[in-house]
């Protein structure tokens, strides 16, 4: 009985596992904490998205209530809807136009304000 080759090739499996094992691990260390990284910066590129394109909408309609478009409206706050296909490009929100005597705000007030933000843009009447 011979049983000396078994026990080395089973050593040589061992060290082949165990070498499998401790790439296993580092991979895992190593691209976890980059995925999550990762994620963080999908998520700051989405809300600069979603600013920049409510801004360039904001900046459109107020050019349109600056037009003359602001004599439809009251003293106080009113909902609007911009008009474009950009709109639907945004998470659930509302756009608020709030009119004073000398003044015009128009805000993007997003549903989860605690995630995207609130984009406004104030405009001084002379």
């Known amino acids: ?3 000396r080759p078994t026990t080395r090739l089973a ?3 061992a060290f082949l596992q165990l070498d ?3 790439a296993i691990t ?3 260390l190593v691209f976890i904490p980059l995925s999550v990284s990762s ?3 999908l998520d700051l590129a989405r809300r600069q998205y979603f600013e920049a ?3 360039q909408l904001i900046d459109g309609e107020m050019d349109v209530l600056l037009a003359g478009e602001r004599q439809k409206y ?3 706050e009113h909902r609007i809807t911009p008009v474009g296909e950009a709109v639907q490009n945004l998470p659930e929100s509302e756009f ?3 009119v004073h005597d000398q003044k015009l705000t128009l805000a993007w007030v997003p549903t989860k304000r605690a995630k995207w933000g609130r984009v406004e843009r104030v405009v001084e009447l002379k």
Do not use: C, K, P, Q
């Open 1 to 3: 009985m011979n049983i």
């Open 11 to 13: 050593n040589r499996l």
């Open 20 to 22: 499998v094992a401790v």
């Open 26 to 28: 580092v991979l895992a």
């Open 39 to 41: 994620s963080g910066d």
């Open 53 to 55: 394109v409510a801004l």
């Open 74 to 76: 009251t003293t106080g």
């Open 96 to 98: 608020v136009l709030t």
